[in-house]
Nanobody, 124 residues
Framework: QVQLVESGGGLVQAGGSLRLSCAAS????????MGWFRQAPGKEREFVST????????YYADSVKGRFTISRDNAKNTVYLQMNSLKPEDTAVYYC?????????????????WGQGTQVTVSS
């Protein structure tokens, strides 16, 4: 069965850092584009970052550019999101997603599998 399991969320003060992990199983991980999305309370799920199958191409939402870094380890079937200089507006549930799409994309409709999410709360 396809499974994406996020971990690493928690409570952190503004200016702090967290590293999220997403462990994948049940599909050929190295053949999929991976992405991170987030959903704040009362808001729509939004794009955060995406990475190509070999890690060579990455894209970021303007709101996180320069602060967040996406990476993947295909040998471990895991994708990561390093989050630095966190702000209260980064508070959200963060979701990992996988898509059989030819290139990284910010569009939710291009992703086939989704994790259950991990909560990130940034206090001021």
């Amino acid at each position: 069965q396809v499974q994406l399991v996020e971990s690493g969320g928690g409570l952190v003060q503004a200016g702090g850092s967290l590293r999220l992990s997403c462990a994948a199983s049940g599909f050929t991980f190295s053949s999929y584009v991976m992405g991170w999305f987030r959903q704040a309370p009362g808001k729509e799920r939004e794009f955060v970052s995406t990475i190509s199958w070999n890690g060579g191409i990455t894209y970021y939402a303007d709101s996180v550019k320069g602060r967040f870094t996406i990476s993947r380890d295909n040998a471990k079937n895991t994708v990561y999101l390093q989050m630095n200089s966190l702000k209260p507006e980064d508070t959200a549930v963060y979701y990992c997603a996988a898509g059989m799409t030819p290139r990284p994309t910010p569009m939710r409709s291009e992703y086939d599998y989704w994790g259950q999410g991990t909560q990130v709360t940034v206090s001021s």
